[in-house]
């Protein structure tokens, strides 16, 4: 079985012409899971936003942010096109912060949980929580996978049907912890690895590199998009919010030819996500220069991506 290049024309088919009478209900409601406020008072609401913003920019309808409520004048201030579920640690139990994660869950089409997450007991719960609820896509990242790496057993509380919705985006260190194994083994053997654990899973696994591998364990596509000033903070944080908005719009056209049409629509709005990512990124390198390349960049050059796919 030969890899897949994922390239612009396998793109092109993702953003037709919006039909007159679209509302923002069918273009997708994103849940962002995302952002902590640590007792120090360290803020980690920019990944909230990059992933918040990302999936705004890529078409989603509505995008909710379920954070820490001291996160929210920051996230206001840069985000007021989002709708914010907010929960405060210090004064509130665990019961009514759940239940209102409850609600947030039944809302949305997909779901994206961990970037800025950070690993407290309560970030803990809240995982535990999501994976037990959650019957949409979810996209897993960041702190969400040092968790589940710590906590092995959580796969459990997701059913079959839903691992199958289910997209894990690592890069090297995340995936060692994963399989627990070094990061040189994974960086020697990154697609069988990835394959493998995908494969034992029953999910979609998108392994960051070089060379992104994108694979549910039977078919392997790799992005050849993008470049090495990508690697800074909140990049991967824009590709969730990438890969959630393509997963919870309602209509998205799939692969125009045959080899892809045997591809799942997860691994394929998951591959299309990271070409995105990367081409956006590879546009902000070629005016800024990749030294210079932050995340907020890569989202500032995703409409130009859309606009000429």
């Given at each position: 079985?030969?890899?897949?290049i994922?390239?612009?024309?396998d793109?092109?088919?993702?953003f037709?012409?919006?039909?007159?009478d679209?509302h923002?209900?069918?273009?997708?409601?994103?849940?962002?899971?995302?952002?902590?406020?640590?007792?120090t008072?360290?803020?980690?609401c920019g990944a909230?936003?990059?992933?918040?913003?990302?999936?705004?920019r890529?078409?989603?309808?509505?995008?909710?942010?379920?954070?820490e409520?001291?996160?929210?004048?920051?996230?206001g201030?840069?985000?007021?096109?989002?709708?914010?579920?907010?929960?405060?640690?210090?004064?509130?139990?665990?019961?009514?912060?759940?239940?209102?994660l409850?609600?947030?869950?039944?809302?949305?089409?997909a779901?994206i949980?961990?970037c800025?997450?950070?690993?407290?007991e309560?970030?803990?719960?809240?995982?535990?929580h999501t994976?037990?609820?959650?019957?949409?896509?979810?996209v897993?990242?960041a702190?969400g996978?040092n968790?589940?790496a710590?906590?092995?057993?959580y796969?459990?509380?997701?059913?079959?049907?839903?691992?199958?919705r289910?997209?894990?985006?690592?890069?090297?260190?995340e995936?060692a912890r994963?399989c627990?194994a070094?990061?040189?083994e994974?960086l020697?053997?990154?697609?069988n690895?990835?394959?493998?654990?995908?494969g034992?899973l029953?999910i979609?696994?998108?392994?960051?590199?070089?060379r992104?591998?994108i694979?549910?364990?039977?078919?392997?596509?790799?992005?050849t998009s993008?470049?090495?000033?990508?690697?800074?903070?909140?990049s991967?944080d824009?590709?969730?919010?990438?890969?959630?908005?393509?997963?919870?719009r309602?209509?998205?056209?799939?692969?125009?030819d045959?080899?892809?049409?045997?591809?799942?629509?997860?691994?394929?709005r998951?591959?299309?996500?990271?070409y995105?990512?990367?081409?956006?990124g590879d546009?902000g390198?070629?005016?800024?220069?990749?030294?210079?390349?932050?995340a907020?960049d890569?989202?500032?050059k995703?409409?130009?991506?859309?606009?000429?796919?």
């Amino acid at each position: 079985m030969s890899d897949i290049i994922i390239s612009k024309e396998d793109i092109s088919v993702i953003f037709p012409p919006l039909p007159q009478d679209t509302h923002k209900y069918s273009m997708g409601r994103v849940l962002c899971i995302c952002g902590s406020y640590q007792g120090t008072g360290a803020a980690m609401c920019g990944a909230a936003y990059f992933s918040a913003a990302a999936a705004y920019r890529t078409g989603s309808g509505i995008v909710e942010i379920f954070t820490e409520r001291k996160n929210y004048e920051s996230l206001g201030a840069r985000l007021p096109e989002a709708v914010f579920s907010l929960y405060d640690t210090k004064i509130e139990e665990e019961t009514p912060i759940l239940h209102r994660l409850s609600k947030s869950l039944e809302r949305a089409d997909a779901v994206i949980i961990g970037c800025g997450l950070g690993q407290s007991e309560m970030s803990r719960k809240i995982l535990r929580h999501t994976l037990r609820q959650i019957k949409c896509p979810l996209v897993i990242d960041a702190d969400g996978l040092n968790l589940m790496a710590e906590n092995r057993d959580y796969w459990r509380f997701i059913g079959d049907d839903q691992k199958q919705r289910t997209v894990i985006t690592p890069h090297a260190g995340e995936m060692a912890r994963l399989c627990r194994a070094s990061t040189q083994e994974i960086l020697a053997d990154p697609k069988n690895i990835a394959m493998s654990y995908a494969g034992a899973l029953g999910i979609v696994c998108l392994l960051k590199g070089h060379r992104t591998i994108i694979t549910d364990g039977q078919e392997c596509i790799i992005n050849t998009s993008g470049n090495p000033g990508m690697a800074t903070a909140g990049s991967g944080d824009v590709l969730s919010g990438i890969i959630a908005s393509l997963l919870a719009r309602k209509t998205v056209a799939e692969w125009a030819d045959g080899e892809r049409l045997a591809l799942s629509p997860i691994l394929y709005r998951t591959a299309a996500a990271a070409y995105i990512h990367g081409l956006a990124g590879d546009l902000g390198a070629k005016e800024l220069g990749q030294y210079s390349l932050m995340a907020s960049d890569i989202i500032a050059k995703i409409p130009e991506v859309i606009k000429n796919s």
